[in-house]
């Protein structure tokens, strides 16, 4: 017994070791950059930080992800308030569950143990790809809850016994957290009830279905439940369901939708995720070589759900993503052909960061100069006064400087909403706060009450833009 827990612990500290080291060298949340300047992450981190400061969801901050992305973004700004490290903890703690839980797939199917540094390989092609962008994005932290389904589902059609009930259980409040997290990983976990629904049926487990879909539903009730119960006492149910269903469903739109549409954002996110992809398709090669017709058919069945409601709509680099859940099936073929040879664990691992220094898409934006950031230069202007990032996403200032937002629409996000520019233009019309955060430079022709106080170029991986701080005059 204490071998075994020895060797568990072994196991977890190589996952967590991994994910540091690829996260480090890949994620902008890592030390070695000034700031995680992505907008996308930005929001995140201020619609986290303004629910543990007291304000509600979507009623007092708005943005269109799910509470539980925001809820561990609140949580990762307890440890940081102003940059970016509690997020990187967060980072590293999920895509270390993700390894972790890959690793025992792919034994599972192997049917023997493996060196956890064979995670290496899927952990430097997922974390230096195109895919992964800049870190922090609600893909990446669904990627841990996806590998848990796809752990229990491989681990149940491998056996002839079905899944206990308190598992379903966890899986029904795990498929809940993803959901609530971003729904658009719906289909995947549709596919992944149809896949068990039909095993037990095969089986002639009829009875243990039915028991099993009501502890499902209950363990996604469960999921569900504290957030009912926070958004109700708040009296915010409808702001929820507005901001998360209907805007998402009906203004939310890519400017392409359909097969052809699908397609070709199929591509993307092939060309976009490509080390994972290929990891994959080496899978499914291996499967349908060695006649193992039900793994095949059953891991393609999820990616095409996964594919189906997550890139259905617009596309964006990162959305192909959360396929990479997919990637660490291709140590299964590598390792057959290995066999049991030595594993030269810590030469995989120099490996592993040598690729994703070199490889990362934010190599060149490493050790920049903390002057060289609008970010950092105008939070030490502003100094804790009130500001509002006007007229676009989230630029990182509410988080550089320490504040939350002084509206709901703190932002402009590219949901069609005339409210977000009708509060914004009320709140400098009033001369609510003292700074303002600006892309445009002629802002004082409709609010001459503020002047530009200073500006600053830089290119954050996307081109090069040019910041305006602005101040209000007494």
């Avoid at 006064?385 to 550089?400: E, R, V």
């Amino acid at each position: 017994m204490m071998q075994n827990h020895k060797n568990q612990a072994r196991r977890a500290l190589w996952a967590l070791g991994i994910a540091a080291a690829v996260l480090v060298l890949c994620s902008k949340s890592s030390p070695l950059f000034v700031l995680n300047d992505w907008m996308d992450a930005n929001i995140f981190f201020t619609m986290g930080k303004s629910m543990f400061g007291g304000k509600v969801l979507y009623r007092d901050v708005f943005d269109h992800k799910g509470p539980v992305l925001y809820f561990l973004y609140g949580l990762a700004s307890l440890l940081d308030r102003t940059g970016f490290t509690g997020v990187l903890v967060l980072e590293t703690a999920a895509f270390a569950l993700f390894l972790a839980l890959s690793l025992r797939t792919a034994e599972t199917l192997l049917g023997r143990q493996l060196h956890p540094a064979w995670t290496v390989l899927p952990a430097a092609g997922i974390a230096a790809s195109r895919a992964f962008a800049h870190g922090g994005s609600a893909e990446e932290l669904l990627l841990p809850f996806l590998a848990a389904a796809l752990y229990g589902a491989v681990k149940t059609l491998q056996s002839s016994r079905p899944m206990p009930l308190r598992t379903v259980v966890l899986h029904g409040f795990l498929a809940g957290c993803a959901l609530w997290l971003k729904y658009t990983v719906l289909g995947f976990y549709l596919v992944w009830a149809a896949l068990l629904a039909v095993t037990y049926l095969r089986r002639g487990q009829a009875a243990r279905l039915g028991k099993s879909i009501a502890a499902y539903l209950g363990g996604m009730a469960l999921a569900t439940l504290p957030w009912v119960v926070y958004f109700g006492v708040h009296g915010a149910l409808g702001d929820w369901f507005t901001a998360y269903f209907y805007d998402n469903l009906f203004l939310y739109k890519g400017e392409d939708s359909g097969a052809p549409a699908l397609a070709q954002h199929l591509w993307w996110a092939v060309r976009d995720a490509l080390p994972a992809a290929v990891l994959l398709a080496m899978f499914l090669l291996w499967a349908v070589c060695r006649r193992r017709f039900a793994a095949a058919v059953s891991v393609a069945a999820l990616a095409a759900g996964l594919a189906f409601t997550s890139l259905m709509g617009g596309y964006l680099v990162y959305y192909g993503l959360v396929l990479a859940v997919f990637a660490p099936l291709g140590l299964v073929p590598l390792a057959a052909l290995w066999g049991t040879r030595k594993n030269c664990a810590l030469v995989w691992l120099a490996a592993g960061a040598a690729w994703c220094f070199a490889f990362s898409p934010n190599r060149a934006l490493r050790f920049r100069s903390a002057d060289t950031m609008p970010q950092i230069r105008f939070a030490k202007e502003i100094n804790g006064g009130t500001l509002l990032n006007y007229g676009t996403l989230d630029g990182g200032f509410y988080t550089a400087a320490g504040v939350l937002p002084p509206c709901r629409y703190f932002c402009v996000t590219n949901m069609p909403l005339d409210d977000q520019w009708a509060d914004q233009q009320a709140v400098l019309a009033a001369c609510k706060v003292e700074y303002v955060a600006a892309l445009t430079g002629d802002l004082s022709g409709d609010f001459p009450q503020y002047k530009v106080v200073d500006q600053c170029s830089y290119d954050g991986g996307e081109g090069e833009v040019t910041w305006y701080l602005y101040r209000l005059q007494a």
